[in-house]
């Protein structure tokens, strides 16, 4: 069973730029899809980014332009790189790891856009 710790978050002003990282513990890193969710005060969690175990990409309409991510297998480290913030990116982000019927969360870090 992989756990998933995100670090990364903090305070930001609106235009800047934030490197998100989340490490799993276990093996199969690589077999695994990852991916970005978010969950801004009173909202629903949204997807923000995915990148398949081949390494196909795709990203939320809101974010695809700004964000990035992309993956390590080598450090079992999945980053989401993200630029030109806005106060609206403002959020919980949560890492996700997928395969089959498994799914695993971090337990998030917080991100906040504001002057």
């Known amino acids: 069973q992989a756990q998933l710790v995100e670090s990364g978050g903090g305070l930001v002003q609106p235009g800047g730029s934030l490197r998100l990282s989340c490490t799993a513990s276990g093996s199969s890193f690589s077999s695994y899809a990852v991916a970005w969710y978010r969950q801004a005060p009173g909202k629903q969690r949204e997807f923000v980014a995915i990148e398949s175990s081949g390494g196909d990409t795709n990203y939320s309409d809101s974010v695809k332009g700004r964000f990035t991510i992309s993956r390590d297998n080598a450090k079992n480290t999945v980053y989401l790189q993200m630029n030109s913030l806005k106060a609206e990116d403002t959020a919980v982000y949560y890492c996700?790891?997928?395969?089959?019927?498994?799914?695993?969360w971090g337990k998030g870090t917080l991100v906040t856009v504001s002057s």
């Open positions: 996700n790891l997928r395969r089959l019927s498994m799914t695993y």
